[in-house]
């Protein structure tokens, strides 16, 4: 059960409202009720409108703008998402992922918290360096040298700061225990 009560239109502030629309305004939330409450880390992040809005700066930037293909950028969000096991994010990112062109066998591995078989260098490289940076906290040479070989210096930045992202939203659902989307699966059903 979620930490926080929902956040409906007409209780909020005005900047929590035009964060709000920002975010209904979204293409992957049109089909929403316009009065619905947010859902995922927007549900936390609106209390805090003004970080709310920097963090949507940069996950526009990345996800839209950014270096990293969307295969390799939805790849590191659900290694991210499942060393955090926040289930919103595998659940959202899971299905874009092999949508993107990562195959369904590498997602499940990921969801099962186990090491896959890559065919492509690239996806190797980006999921070793997100899992090892995630886990311990710095890559190994090896590890960096394979990402840099594959992305280059700029690239690899944004997937540095990618993680971040997904690591604050992580973090931001486990901490209020926000669950998943009405009708979404849960991914990991064994997690309280």
Do not use: C
């Not at 805090?48 to 939805?74: H, M, N, T």
């Not at 062109?101 to 591995?109: Q, Y």
């Amino acid at each position: 059960m979620s930490r926080l009560k929902p956040l409906h239109p007409k209780d909020m502030t005005p900047t929590q409202r035009s964060y709000y629309d920002s975010i209904m305004n979204r293409p992957n939330n049109q089909a929403m009720p316009k009065d619905a409450p947010l859902t995922g880390p927007f549900h936390a992040w609106q209390r805090s409108p003004a970080f709310a809005e920097k963090l949507a700066v940069l996950e526009q930037y990345i996800r839209k703008d950014g270096l990293l293909e969307p295969r390799l950028l939805e790849l590191a969000t659900i290694v991210v998402g499942r060393i955090w096991s926040a289930e919103i994010v595998f659940g959202s990112h899971g299905p874009a992922a092999v949508a993107a062109g990562i195959h369904s066998d590498i997602v499940e591995a990921i969801r099962r918290r186990e090491t896959p078989a890559f065919e492509k260098a690239d996806e190797a490289a980006v999921y070793h360096f997100t899992h090892q940076l995630t886990t311990e906290y710095e890559v190994d040479d090896a590890t960096y040298q394979a990402a840099l070989d594959v992305l280059g210096e700029a690239a690899l930045v944004e997937l540095i700061g990618l993680a971040g992202l997904y690591v604050t939203a992580s973090m931001t659902l486990n901490t209020f225990r926000i669950p998943v989307r009405p009708g979404m699966e849960r991914p990991y059903p064994d997690k309280a």
